[in-house]
């Protein structure tokens, strides 16, 4: 069993930056998905486990950026210049696969969510 556990969450102006954290034992592809109200759940970004592949939503490229530190078993989600759209419940989640899936149902393993919100 993997046990993901997020932080870094918060409430920001828009263009503001937060830098969100998932620390996750095991080699496994990571990604990043969010929910907002009344919405159905999005990928946001993916990770292989070396890192060499990366993978992100039309929504937040060049905004966003996936990476991890496998020393430290962490992946993290820089998010830069952030929207009021954003605002959602993020989780990250493992997958034991090379590269990371873009589809939830692909992914093996769930974190329990960090609020972002971004105010306008």
């Known amino acids: 069993q993997v046990q993901l556990v997020e932080s870094g969450g918060g409430l920001v102006q828009a263009g503001a930056s937060l830098r969100l954290s998932c620390a996750a034992s095991g080699r496994y592809a990571m990604g990043w998905f969010r929910q907002a109200p009344g919405k159905e759940r999005e990928f946001v970004a993916g990770?292989?486990?070396?890192?060499?592949?990366?993978t992100y939503a039309d929504s937040v490229k060049g905004r966003f950026t996936i990476f991890r530190d496998n020393a430290k078993n962490t992946v993290y989600l820089q998010m830069n210049s952030l929207k009021a759209e954003d605002t959602a419940v993020y989780y990250c989640?493992?997958?034991?696969?090379?590269?990371?899936?873009?589809?939830?149902?692909?992914?093996?393993?769930w974190g329990q969510g960090t609020q972002v919100t971004v105010s306008s």
């Open positions: 989640a493992a997958a034991p696969t090379i590269s990371a899936p873009t589809i939830s149902a692909r992914y093996d393993y």
């Open positions: 990770s292989s486990y070396s890192g060499s592949r990366t």
